[in-house]
């Protein structure tokens, strides 16, 4: 079986998710009291990531769990009716060109799957229209259809990428060879490694330099 992996924030979305998921708490219309709890909360952390006293993982994971955690105990529906509002939005400004490259990776016969760090029920949204074998998100935790305030969220990022995709296919003989992966950043090195055409999308200055001294293709 032949793959393409996709990731999302600034490939198959060519935007950045969090700031429009801030933009979006700070905004709405119900839960706009929350976005100040958020705020102060990862202040602190953001500023000694900006000082390079705290590594980009773990600020971005915390970020993640703050984010959830202003909505205290609401319940599964609340938030997934939170994020299918933004998903809703969001899907409407996906890139033509990866649209077009899983139209045709499907139509080759490839198994197709979206791996990214942003919310699950996020990436479902923005999805609804647009149809993946698979889709590989970081999961909210819940606890009798409410949100677990006590479990910490997994935050798919880097490294936990692959994890993710060599658990998903590990009962699958993959011809990772002939393989597809899609990223923009230099977090989904560990991707696009995986396969033998790698694919760099609109890539930050790292993944430039490291797509041109490797050869690999470039969309830009």
Not at 2 to 20: H, S, Y
Not at 161 to 182: C, M, P
Request: charged letters at 25%; proline letters at 5%.
């Amino acid at each position: 079986m032949k793959v393409a992996i996709f990731d999302f924030d600034g490939t198959l979305f060519p935007e950045e998710t969090f700031p429009l998921l801030m933009s979006h708490l700070k905004k709405h219309p119900v839960h706009f009291q929350k976005y100040r709890k958020f705020f102060l909360r990862i202040l602190p952390v953001y500023i000694a990531y900006k000082c390079k006293l705290y590594p980009e993982q773990n600020m971005k994971e915390y970020s993640m769990w703050s984010y959830l955690a202003a909505f205290g105990s609401s319940s599964k529906t609340e938030i997934d009716e939170f994020f299918s509002q933004i998903g809703g939005m969001m899907s409407r400004n996906l890139s033509l060109d990866m649209l077009n490259r899983l139209e045709q990776h499907k139509k080759d016969g490839y198994y197709t799957m979206l791996v990214s760090g942003a919310y699950e029920p996020l990436l479902n949204s923005v999805t609804e229209d647009v149809t993946f074998d698979c889709i590989i998100g970081s999961r909210i935790p819940y606890e009798d259809e409410k949100l677990s305030k006590n479990t910490s969220i997994h935050y798919i990022y880097g490294e936990r990428k692959r994890e993710f995709i060599n658990a998903h296919l590990s009962n699958t003989e993959v011809d990772w060879q002939n393989s597809f992966a899609y990223g923009d950043s230099y977090s989904d090195l560990n991707v696009l490694e995986l396969v033998g055409n790698p694919v760099a999308v609109n890539p930050e200055p790292r993944l430039l330099e490291i797509a041109h001294d490797k050869r690999w293709e470039i969309i830009s």
